[in-house]
């Protein structure tokens, strides 16, 4: 798995990354914390209206979720 910052980001390739292992799946849930969850949140809202971006946080959460079998609901 890949060992991704998640905190203290410095420049928007930081971020990038992040997005991608969540996407990808290469993040673990230990590694995936709120900070994380906010940063990629905001990606997709900077990239998105307001829906479009929570239906993408939507499906890539239940994405990341299945793929690293995590039952949240």
Partial sequence: ?????IRDFTN???VRVLVRAFE???ILPSQ???????????T???????DDATVR?????Q???QRHGV???
């Avoid at 995936?32 to 905001?42: E, Q, R, T, Y």
Wanted: with cysteine; proline share 2%; aromatic share 10%.
């Fill in 1 to 5: 798995m890949l060992q991704t910052k």
């Fill in 12 to 14: 928007d390739e930081e």
């Fill in 24 to 26: 990808e799946a290469t």
């Fill in 32 to 42: 995936f914390h709120h900070c994380a969850h906010i940063a990629v949140a905001l």
């Fill in 44 to 50: 997709y809202l900077a990239e998105a209206p307001l």
């Fill in 57 to 61: 946080m939507r499906q890539m959460l």
């Fill in 63 to 65: 994405k990341f979720t």
């Fill in 71 to 73: 039952n949240v609901y």
